[in-house]
Nanobody, 117 residues
Framework: QVQLVESGGGLVQTGGSLRLSCAAR????????MRWYRQAPGKQRELVAH???????NYADFVKGRFVISRDTAKNTVYLQMGSLKPEDTAVYYC???????????WGQGTQVTVSA
């Protein structure tokens, strides 16, 4: 079975950096895109970044210029490099993989990012 295993979360000070990783365990057929979402306490889950299998990327306005999404298809892994972190970035971050055949959608277990003021 397919599982998305996330890592890289932690506690960092304002202005610091973290890199999140999401590795797919098992084979996913026909991946179209990969995404990172986040959910802060008391808030709804929101899209942070998107990368198409072609490499095209899109970002939420609140992370543009600070975060970079990338992927290594050979390793079945998607990354989120986060810089200039702010307290408002504190959230549980979830990776997501979309495969249109089926369709199928997969989610990681979430990794906590905490940015201290």
């Amino acid at each position: 079975q397919v599982q998305l295993v996330e890592s890289g979360g932690g506690l960092v000070q304002t202005g610091g950096s973290l890199r999140l990783s999401c590795a797919a365990r098992g084979s996913i057929y026909g991946i179209d895109s990969m995404r990172w979402y986040r959910q802060a306490p008391g808030k709804q889950r929101e899209l942070v970044a998107h990368i198409h299998i072609t490499g095209t990327t899109n970002y939420a306005d609140f992370v543009k210029g600070r975060f970079v999404i990338s992927r290594d298809t050979a390793k079945n892994t998607v990354y989120l490099q986060m810089g200039s972190l702010k307290p408002e970035d504190t959230a549980v971050y979830y990776c997501n993989v979309w495969a249109p055949i089926g369709p199928k959608e997969y989610w990681g277990q979430g990794t906590q990012v905490t940015v201290s003021a």
